[in-house]
């Protein structure tokens, strides 16, 4: 059973506009939450996360939202550049019995045309 | 430079053979991951070690070995148990709970 869900499997955005990309979650005791950018054959880079003492969190161009009674948070991308255009992978850790491993979500293919 | 070494990129082997992918990092981090990645799919998490000469399973633990001996080093070994061990591998490393995690560049695995 998958606890961190991406039901987007592909999102198409024109340059300048904002990407949204969205993520849900069902382990309640999730209490941190990242998000990794991946190109082909790469490793993952870490873009931000956000702690669930928080509802947002913004760095540049990169806001993540969290609305923990929804189990649900998402990425904005404003505004969306050709380079943004990766696979992106949300993920989630929490404290106790997984020591904080992430367990990551299928990732969401992001695609900014011209 | 610090950072996380996964070695080699590209790997063949024949089916029935071990084969053993390299982790190390330089970050000074305690805690290593390894993760496999299939198309179409998430990361799922194969082992981890938070501290040195300690690891434990994750999701996908059948058919991989690990171990942890050195800080720095975490490698992996695909085992001939694993019935479809083609697939991209990456390892990361991480400085405690609510810190992200680096990762390698990762090591393309493919069995013929």
């Known amino acids: 059973d998958q606890q961190v869900k991406q039901n987007s499997p592909s999102l198409s955005v024109q340059e300048g506009r904002i990407s949204i990309l969205n993520c849900d979650y069902t382990n309640s005791m999730f209490d941190y939450f990242l998000w990794y950018k991946k190109y082909p054959a790469e490793g993952p880079t870490f873009l931000i996360s956000?702690?669930?003492?928080?509802d947002k969190n913004e760095d540049g161009r990169f806001t993540v939202f969290l609305n923990k009674s929804a189990k649900h948070l998402s990425l904005h991308i404003v505004p969306s550049q050709p380079g943004d255009s990766a696979v992106y992978f949300c993920?989630?850790?929490?404290?106790?019995?997984?020591?904080?491993?992430?367990?990551f979500g299928k990732g969401t293919k992001l695609s900014v045309k011209p | 430079d610090g950072g996380i070494t996964q070695s080699p990129k590209y790997l063949f082997r024949k089916e029935g053979q071990n084969v053993t992918l390299s982790c190390e990092q330089n970050?000074?981090?305690?805690?290593m991951y390894w993760y496999r990645q299939d198309p179409g799919q998430g990361l799922r998490l194969i082992y981890y070690?938070?501290?040195?000469?300690?690891?434990q399973k994750g999701d996908i633990a059948e058919g991989y070995s690990v171990s942890r001996e050195k800080k720095e080093s975490f490698p992996l070994t695909v085992t001939s148990a694993q019935k479809n061990p083609t697939a991209f591998y990456l390892c990361?490393?991480?400085?405690?709970?609510?810190?992200?995690?680096?990762f390698g560049q990762g090591t393309r695995l493919t069995v013929v």
């Open positions: 070690s938070q501290i040195v000469n300690d690891f």
């Open positions: 956000i702690s669930s003492i928080k």
């Open positions: 990361a490393s991480s400085n405690g709970r609510d810190s992200e995690a680096f």
């Open positions: 970050l000074n981090h305690d805690a």
């Open positions: 993920a989630a850790s929490s404290y106790g019995g997984s020591q904080g491993n992430l367990i």
